[in-house]
């Protein structure tokens, strides 16, 4: 075979390596998406006094002595109804902070439905805070599409957020996820998206509590 004729079986190998390594360049940085948080908060960093163990699964927890109240957390929801946390207390409440536009968000909100029915009669209330979406009806499709139950704050700009005191387990990023125990106090949060395995994880040490 001459030189010539063996000149475009090379140049169309390079071409198919090269589109087989730009796949999968494209592949690894999508999944490296998914288990990344969305963006830092920047909005209440954990400066100051803490009383909390990061457990080596990203979770941090605090004994029940060493626990934060939880703030305010009411107002509107996604679907224009009226919220107050605190209503919830004497029930384990799971809060979720999202996004519409987040892709870690967009993976873990089945298996947060998931564990909220598995959960929901056994006194476990979900609550998500719909944050940096500008408008209610991204928040709404959210649910729509992922069959989301439980409701959600509308807090586009982040206020309540910034209601957690510095040096509590607050919320940094998005997602994070926070538990409140029966009492109303900050049990754990992560910064992370959570599998349903570790959002169980995370809860259900709280719910054992007498």
Known sequence: MSAASRAPQRSSRTRTARSRAAVFAATAAAAAL???????GGTS???GQTNFVMGKNGIATADKGERADAPDLSGET??????DVAGF????????VWGSWCPPCRAEAPGFE???QELKGQGVQFVGINTRDTSTGPARAFDEEFG????????PTGKLMLRFKKGTLNPQSIPSTLVIDRTGK???RTLQPLSED?????????????
């Open 34 to 40: 998914t288990l990344s948080a969305c963006s830092s």
């Open 45 to 47: 960093g954990g400066g």
């Open 78 to 83: 996604v679907d224009g109804k009226q919220l």
């Open 89 to 96: 207390k004497g029930k384990v409440v799971v809060i979720n």
């Open 114 to 116: 998931k564990v909220y």
């Open 148 to 155: 989301i139950s439980y409701p959600s704050l509308y807090d």
């Open 186 to 188: 900050i049990a754990a």
């Open 198 to 210: 570790k959002l169980r994880t995370m809860i259900k040490p709280v719910l054992a509590e007498k």
